[in-house]
């Protein structure tokens, strides 16, 4: 058998279990309550551009930073000993064992007014400062939760770099810093490709980070997809044309990044 | 040989963010021995969350599908995965970049967006083939979301892989099975194993899919903690992460042991045998 | 990677063992329940299968709405749900929900008659009262020095930063709307638009929008000021003794939340039996304890009530003239639903 037709039963499971019901999710896109088409669900698109622009925008800045802190973080790790490693590794998806409404919870006692971080500032004699229910607070949130995936793919992409390449390039004079840009950074891309792509697009649907650390004067899209769903406005087609026109950008966003970011090397992430 | 170790520097940055990642687990886990129901004053020390929970059967059924349904589609899904993403690998672009793009889609799409499709089709189909919505469905829909996530470690694992490799294995003789095995398989092995984990962990951690496939008939642990959103997240699911945690944790503590002693030996004896003749 | 397999095998074993723990031979049947999360004694699924031998599988949801969604979509069969008021009128304007047979719940004389035949469900025959409640108004003494009588406090400048509101466009507006002297069920734009624009001001001087968080926040001292269900208070002031409740003189809301059959239910006469033992009174008092809330039973209630302190009394057992100007929410028309959504979306964005 030849390797090539390995993937063939996950394309039925695919065909199956991603493209049928993302069908049912466009039909009911463009159709209304009583089962006919409609452009309605579309047309009040406009309206919601506030709430799209502060998601994106907030989504942009926590992965920003989840490249700033994952990429030194998973960088170390990659120097350490093998052995370590797997440790190392393994001590960044624990925390996710705990359930996320938990984790997120426990940063609500941390960063709160009267919160333990408050509490340790005033026993050392610092004024306490406000962090809670503002915008800082829910990109906090979306970094601590989202971060082991920016670590995780760089990491196993760095491990894999041949070391005899950067000895080549010592040996042909490059510096510990050239080194870096021309070798390591470059040959490192595709991780961090996919580290944005696994940070950014939980952060800007998520719902309950917005709820419990911004106090939920403002909307993220994935509120106001949740309240299609879930919430007071039940309205599934209004929620899955919402859903659909982030996914659309958001593909359309990962597609441009891809291709500018290193060719066609990396187009297996979108 | 010189040892391999990060930077005093990077050891600072990394001890900073694993402090950054625990420290809301700390808090979690002190809170877990409170013994009022408030997250935030400590009201003085107790086991009573911990007897109280061994008592309360929806928590522990609700743990135990958690686990089942989280093992299973890890497994599950990293075999399917890892097969199929040597299949796309093999592929031509032409064919295999449409194809990851699908598959991305899962990772792609918001939760709830996942959660509902597959909801409806499962309603849909299950009016036709007479079934409910179950622990199947549920099952079904946790391997459907961690595949992608296991596909999308293995490939650039793949893709940094020497493609001769393969190739040279063969001409000396390999059939391509026993190039998969033997050549494919180590390279690629930190992605699988990281697919895995990634798997299992959204496994652990999702609730809104959960939420839409599971029926009336079986309930997750994440989803038995935001149902109680309405009222107090009683302090017994705090105890019984504490508990999870710390098994996960004593077990990484133990296998790191071991794999420190047996690499020990291996040094141990590969210096034996440089020093004989 | 053989560690990994090994890791996961340890845990299916634990999975295993404790999902057997849980399950108990079938018998004489079951029945699927479906609740808010902690709003029962799950001790008395134990006492209900010793009586009956049916087994109880029990789940729960967190909002009125994410019920309607999930019996929208289908797919599952729940027996019996425990929604509240406006969703049960509304269940039962879309044809979602079973007539009960009432000679099968013989227990049913056991319920105050003042939760029976509510606006929500006239002719009564397609739900059961489980428990009843007021919205009222928790402030912390400590910093609201003035006598409140009022929903005012809620819109008053002078607790900046202090306030929390309900983060549900429902209960926030009716708040507003209460405040303004109007039905919470008003489908007047006017009235609704004069109260979105109170919300908007008070906006400014909110402290956030929350749920479940009010228990922690307030009894903390983190914020000043919630307007949240009477039985939580009974919970929170345990904690925080200098907190207060009143039930504003404008009116609130009250609330009964009732156990139905859903359309299609598979063990209708099941359902049946355990709506008719969750009315009996130890069963019921038992529940109450548990969940703090009021129980619809009257000799339940009277003893309820009894065993509570004098100053709690009131805020359980409210006036009746108090409860006079308080509204049960009804079902609403589609075109207004559609404006709280819009003016949700507005006001938070």
């Known amino acids: 058998m030849k390797p090539k037709y390995f993937a063939i039963p996950y394309v039925g499971w695919m065909a199956l279990f991603?493209?049928?019901?993302?069908?049912?999710?466009?039909?009911?896109?463009f159709s209304n309550a009583s089962g006919g088409f409609t452009l309605d669900n579309f047309s009040n698109m406009l309206t919601y551009s506030g709430v799209f622009g502060r998601s994106f925008w907030l989504a942009f800045l926590a992965t920003v930073i989840c490249i700033l802190i994952g990429y030194p973080v998973a960088y170390a790790i990659a120097q350490e000993p093998a052995h370590r490693q797997r440790t190392l590794m393994l001590l960044i998806m624990l925390p996710m064992w705990m359930n996320f409404l938990l984790r997120t919870y426990a940063w609500m006692s941390l960063l709160e007014n009267t919160g333990l971080i408050n509490k340790l500032l005033g026993l050392i004699g610092l004024p306490a400062a406000h962090m809670i229910n503002t915008p800082g607070a829910v990109v906090l949130g979306m970094v601590y939760n989202f971060l082991p995936f920016m670590i995780l793919p760089i990491n196993s992409v760095i491990v894999k770099i041949d070391k005899n390449l950067l000895e080549a390039a010592q040996d042909l004079g490059a510096n510990k810093v050239e080194i870096f840009r021309r070798v390591i950074f470059p040959l490192s891309l595709p991780g961090v490709l996919s580290g944005i792509t696994m940070v950014f697009v939980p952060s800007v649907s998520t719902f309950v980070i917005s709820k419990l650390l911004g106090g939920g004067t403002d909307l993220l899209l994935g509120d106001l997809i949740e309240m299609q769903f879930l919430g007071t406005a039940y309205n599934p087609h209004l929620g899955s044309a919402i859903s659909l026109v982030m996914m659309i950008i958001v593909m359309i966003a990962m597609y441009l990044m891809n291709k500018f970011g290193s060719g066609e090397e990396t187009a297996v992430m979108m | 040989m010189k040892k391999r170790q990060a930077s005093p520097l990077g050891r600072i940055f990394m001890i900073l963010v694993y402090l950054f990642l625990y420290a809301p687990i700390f808090v979690l886990i002190v809170f877990?021995?409170?013994?009022?129901?408030?997250?935030?004053?400590?009201?003085?020390?107790?086991?009573?969350?911990?007897?109280?929970?061994?008592?309360?059967?929806?928590?522990?059924?609700?743990?135990?599908?958690?686990?089942?349904?989280?093992?299973?589609?890890?497994?599950?899904?990293?075999?399917?995965?890892?097969?199929?993403?040597?299949?796309?690998?093999?592929?031509?672009?032409?064919?295999?970049?449409?194809?990851?793009?699908?598959?991305?889609?899962?990772?792609?799409?918001?939760?709830?967006?996942?959660?509902?499709?597959?909801?409806?089709?499962?309603?849909?189909?299950?009016?036709?083939?007479?079934?409910?919505?179950?622990?199947?469905?549920?099952?079904?829909?946790?391997?459907?979301?961690?595949?992608?996530?296991?596909?999308?470690?293995?490939?650039?694992?793949?893709?940094?892989?020497?493609?001769?490799?393969?190739?040279?294995?063969?001409?000396?003789?390999?059939?391509?099975?026993?190039?998969?095995?033997?050549?494919?398989?180590?390279?690629?092995?930190?992605?699988?194993?990281?697919?895995?984990?990634?798997?299992?962990?959204?496994?652990?951690?999702?609730?809104?899919?959960?939420?839409?496939?599971?029926?009336?008939?079986?309930?997750?642990?994440?989803?038995?903690?935001?149902?109680?959103?309405?009222?107090?997240?009683?302090?017994?699911?705090?105890?019984?992460?504490?508990?999870?945690?710390?098994?996960?944790?004593?077990?990484l503590i133990i296998v790191n042991i071991r794999e420190s002693r047996q690499n020990a030996e291996a040094e141990r004896k590969k210096l034996k045998a440089a020093s004989e003749p | 990677?053989?560690?990994?397999?090994?890791?996961?095998?340890?845990?299916?074993?634990?999975?295993?063992?404790?999902?057997?723990?849980?399950?108990?031979?079938?018998?004489?049947?079951?029945?699927?329940?479906?609740?808010?999360?902690?709003?029962?004694?799950?001790?008395?699924?134990?006492?209900?299968?010793?009586?009956?031998?049916?087994?109880?599988?029990?789940?729960?949801?967190?909002?009125?709405?994410?019920?309607?969604?999930?019996?929208?979509?289908?797919?599952?069969?729940?027996?019996?749900?425990?929604?509240?008021?406006?969703?049960?009128?509304?269940?039962?304007?879309?044809?979602?929900?079973?007539?009960?047979?009432?000679?099968?719940?013989?227990?049913?004389?056991?319920?105050?008659?003042?939760?029976?035949?509510?606006?929500?469900?006239?002719?009564?025959?397609?739900?059961?009262?489980?428990?009843?409640?007021?919205?009222?108004?928790?402030?912390?003494?400590?910093?609201?020095?003035?006598?409140?009588?009022?929903?005012?406090?809620?819109?008053?400048?002078?607790?900046?930063?202090?306030?929390?509101?309900?983060?549900?466009?429902?209960?926030?507006?009716?708040?507003?709307?209460?405040y303004l002297g109007y039905n919470q069920n008003t489908t007047d734009e006017a009235q609704l638009r004069e109260a979105f624009d109170l919300l908007v001001q008070q906006k400014s001087i909110l402290q956030a929008y929350v749920m479940d968080q009010i228990f922690d926040k307030m009894e903390s001292g983190e914020a000043a000021i919630a307007p949240y269900y009477a039985g939580d208070y009974l919970v929170m002031v345990e904690n925080n003794p200098s907190l207060k409740y009143v039930l504003p003189e404008e009116g609130s809301n009250l609330f009964v939340d009732a156990m139905c059959i859903p359309k299609?239910?598979?063990?209708?006469?099941?359902?049946?039996?355990?709506?008719?033992?969750?009315?009996?009174?130890?069963?019921?008092?038992?529940?109450?304890?548990?969940?703090?809330?009021?129980?619809?039973?009257?000799?339940?209630?009277?003893?309820?009530?009894?065993?509570?302190?004098?100053?709690?009394?009131?805020?359980?057992?409210?006036?009746?003239?108090?409860?006079?100007?308080?509204?049960?929410?009804?079902?609403?028309?589609?075109?207004?639903?559609?404006?709280?959504?819009?003016?949700?979306?507005?006001?938070?964005?």
């Not at chain 2, 940094?160 to 026993?178: F, N, R």
């Not at chain 2, 989803?223 to 019984?240: F, G, H, W």
């Not at chain 3, 009125?64 to 599952?76: C, D, F, R, V």
């Not at chain 3, 529940?287 to 309820?304: C, D, L, Q, R």
């Open chain 1, 18 to 29: 991603i493209v049928i019901p993302l069908v049912l999710i466009v039909v009911y896109a």
């Open chain 2, 32 to 251: 877990s021995f409170n013994s009022s129901k408030s997250r935030s004053v400590w009201t003085g020390f107790t086991f009573k969350w911990y007897t109280e929970l061994f008592q309360d059967s929806s928590i522990l059924s609700s743990l135990g599908t958690t686990l089942l349904v989280s093992v299973l589609s890890a497994l599950i899904a990293t075999l399917v995965g890892t097969i199929a993403a040597v299949g796309f690998f093999n592929m031509k672009k032409r064919w295999s970049t449409p194809l990851l793009s699908v598959n991305n889609i899962p990772v792609m799409n918001a939760d709830i967006v996942t959660g509902v499709s597959l909801c409806l089709a499962f309603v849909a189909a299950g009016s036709f083939l007479k079934f409910k919505l179950g622990f199947g469905t549920l099952l079904i829909a946790h391997i459907t979301f961690n595949i992608p996530y296991v596909i999308l470690s293995v490939m650039p694992k793949l893709q940094q892989m020497d493609k001769h490799l393969v190739d040279a294995a063969q001409d000396l003789g390999c059939t391509w099975s026993q190039a998969f095995v033997k050549v494919i398989m180590p390279e690629i092995m930190p992605g699988i194993v990281n697919g895995a984990i990634i798997a299992f962990t959204m496994s652990v951690d999702d609730f809104v899919i959960s939420y839409f496939t599971a029926g009336s008939k079986v309930q997750t642990l994440a989803m038995n903690i935001y149902s109680m959103t309405r009222k107090r997240i009683s302090p017994k699911i705090n105890a019984v992460s504490t508990l999870l945690f710390l098994v996960v944790m004593i077990l």
């Open chain 3, 1 to 178: 990677m053989k560690k990994i397999i090994a890791l996961l095998l340890a845990l299916s074993m634990i999975a295993v063992l404790s999902a057997c723990g849980g399950s108990k031979t079938e018998s004489k049947g079951e029945v699927n329940v479906y609740n808010w999360g902690e709003y029962i004694d799950e001790d008395i699924f134990d006492d209900f299968e010793k009586q009956t031998g049916i087994k109880v599988n029990y789940s729960t949801y967190e909002s009125n709405e994410t019920l309607y969604s999930i019996l929208k979509t289908g797919g599952s069969s729940y027996d019996v749900i425990i929604p509240s008021d406006y969703m049960i009128s509304r269940l039962i304007s879309e044809d979602m929900l079973e007539k009960i047979n009432f000679d099968n719940v013989p227990n049913f004389s056991l319920i105050d008659p003042a939760y029976k035949n509510l606006e929500y469900d006239p002719s009564g025959e397609y739900s059961v009262p489980y428990t009843w409640g007021t919205v009222g108004l928790i402030y912390n003494g400590d910093v609201v020095q003035e006598d409140v009588t009022s929903w005012s406090i809620m819109f008053d400048p002078q607790y900046a930063g202090q306030i929390l509101m309900f983060d549900n466009s429902r209960d926030a507006m009716g708040i507003a709307l209460k």
């Open chain 3, 264 to 349: 299609g239910a598979e063990n209708k006469e099941n359902a049946e039996a355990f709506i008719n033992f969750m009315c009996d009174t130890d069963i019921a008092l038992a529940n109450s304890e548990v969940t703090g809330y009021a129980p619809a039973g009257t000799e339940a209630m009277k003893i309820f009530s009894e065993d509570l302190d004098e100053d709690l009394y009131p805020v359980i057992n409210p006036d009746k003239d108090v409860l006079a100007n308080c509204d049960v929410f009804t079902n609403l028309p589609q075109e207004t639903l559609d404006l709280y959504d819009s003016l949700w979306v507005d006001l938070k964005s």
